[in-house]
């Protein structure tokens, strides 16, 4: 199935609402209030239900009342845009009680990583919605959040396209496992949950994409296994180029003598397309944002973005 029409949703402007959801695990309070500081001081307004801090087991409330949360959310007309407290685990099981058609014709912004990247699949796959790769608000958005990574958001988020550009800086160590250059829609997320999405009516449609995978506490054989299982599927057929975050070895992977790096060249170095490694986004300090479902490029060994994923609102 082929990908849906991108939609874009309005660019955001001081002083505009921003929603707060929790559809994965639980977080500390303090955690959300200093990443509330933080939303406030970009000059935006902040609004969560007391039910964000609701638990059940190791998620944050029932699947139903947090699916209702998110759907509240979308067709609330003040909320123009929607960031996640936290990821952990527990979006995959919200999907069946989503209703599509409410989000398609009340598009906005939707912010989160990790474990919420089987909310950007379905938002890209059932929606053809533009989606943000970016921080959380429970512990990324901090006072330790710095200068560059604050400017980025915001281009992206503003719709600034020489503010929402990755500083060359943060691309300074950028590994080329292959060479070349591509353009394509960027799509992508944590890989391990991304890999769930295969065979599901979530899947997101790759062909001609820039595919971002990052991913975080997974063993190198389990990083081999996660690749192997996209290059069986099909899912790399068409992909124009992929990048890769940074993906730091687990405790139990410090005697081998090779990397991350190496497992991605070993599974996919027979692919006929460009290969970065190590951009920061995701899990990792000071993590920049990435619009998925637009255009993107990788030109001399940088990821480029293309075009905004928000439009401009009228006076």
């Known amino acids: 199935m082929g990908a849906m029409p991108v939609v874009r949703p309005a660019a955001l402007r001081e002083g505009d609402c921003i929603g707060l959801a929790a559809p994965a695990s639980p977080f500390r309070k303090e955690a959300l209030h200093e990443g509330i500081e933080v939303l406030h001081d970009m000059g935006f307004r ?37 960031f996640c407290c936290r990821g952990g685990y527990g979006s995959q099981r919200l999907l069946p009680f989503l209703d599509a058609n409410t989000i398609r014709t009340n598009p906005k912004l939707f912010m989160g990583y990790s474990d919420l990247t089987s909310l950007l699949c379905y938002l890209d796959a059932r929606c053809g919605l533009a989606t943000l790769h970016g921080p959380v608000v429970c512990g990324d958005l901090s006072r330790d959040l710095g200068i560059a990574a ?6 992206v988020l ?3 396209m020489e503010a929402m550009q990755p500083p060359d800086a943060c691309q300074d160590g950028l590994a ?19 890999a769930c999405a295969i065979g599901t009516p979530f899947q997101p449609c790759t062909r001609d994409a820039i595919l ?29 180029g992929l990048v890769f975050g940074r993906i730091e070895r687990v405790e139990a992977d410090v005697h081998l003598p090779y990397d991350a790096k190496d ?12 290969i970065l490694y190590g ?9 920049l944002t990435l619009p998925f479902g637009v255009r993107s490029a990788i030109r001399g ?15």
Do not use: N, W
């Not at 604050?150 to 281009?155: I, P, V």
């Open 46 to 82: 902040v609004r969560y239900e007391p039910r964000v801090f609701e638990r059940y087991r190791y998620l944050a409330g029932h699947d139903a009342e947090r699916a209702a949360e998110l759907q509240t959310l979308f067709a609330d007309p003040d909320i123009k845009a929607i």
């Open 150 to 155: 604050r400017r980025q958001l915001m281009g």
């Open 158 to 160: 503003t719709g600034d």
């Open 176 to 194: 080329v496992l292959r060479a070349g250059g591509a353009e394509g829609r960027l799509r992508g997320g944590c890989l391990s949950v991304f």
């Open 212 to 240: 971002f995978l990052e991913d975080k506490g997974e063993r190198l054989y389990a990083i081999d296994r996660l690749l192997t299982t996209l290059k069986l599927s099909g899912l790399l057929q068409g992909v124009r």
């Open 263 to 274: 497992v991605i060249v070993d599974v996919l170095g027979d692919l006929d397309i460009p």
């Open 279 to 287: 951009f920061p986004s995701g899990h990792c300090s000071q993590p």
């Open 301 to 315: 060994g940088r990821l480029v973005l293309c075009e905004p994923p928000v439009t401009t609102r009228g006076c």
